[in-house]
């Protein structure tokens, strides 16, 4: 299923002239959003358990509704205004491109929060995106 989640962010990248490189980091390197020159830096050795396609679709989140000048880093812990706003949209993104063609009966936010797995803290961002 991530695959093909996959191929859609980068499509949605792409088409707003984002680009993601991929680098050799250390584990404790987060990914990075340089939002003023829309470019991603996803650290192929950052040890995180919450999805690459979630990493993902958060740093575009950033370049395509944050501040331009800015420059963040991937910090899923971080409860902060932003960081909360960014993982709402994150959510709704992959929940749009996932679910378009599913009824709302059939779907599952426990199944959404374990397939990206997600912290316990998303569960109410997680219940209100993909049930309204």
Avoid at 2 to 14: N, P, S, V
Wanted: charged share 25%; net charge negative; aromatic share 14%.
């Amino acid at each position: 299923m991530h695959e093909e989640l996959f191929k859609k962010l980068l499509y949605i990248a792409d088409q707003a002239d984002i680009k993601i490189t991929y680098i050799e980091g250390s584990p404790s390197d987060p990914d990075v959003a340089f939002c003023n020159q829309k470019i991603i830096n996803m650290n192929t050795n950052f040890e995180s358990n919450i999805s690459v396609a979630f990493r993902i679709a958060h740093e575009i989140s950033h370049i395509l509704f944050s501040k331009p000048s800015f420059l963040y880093t991937f910090s899923p812990y971080v409860k902060n205004k932003e960081e909360r706003q960014t993982n709402e949209r994150a959510i709704h993104m992959i929940a749009r491109l996932m679910y378009e063609d599913v009824p709302k009966d059939q779907i599952n936010w426990l199944n959404f929060m374990n397939e990206f797995n997600l912290p316990s803290w998303f569960e109410p961002l997680v219940k209100d995106i993909i049930y309204n």
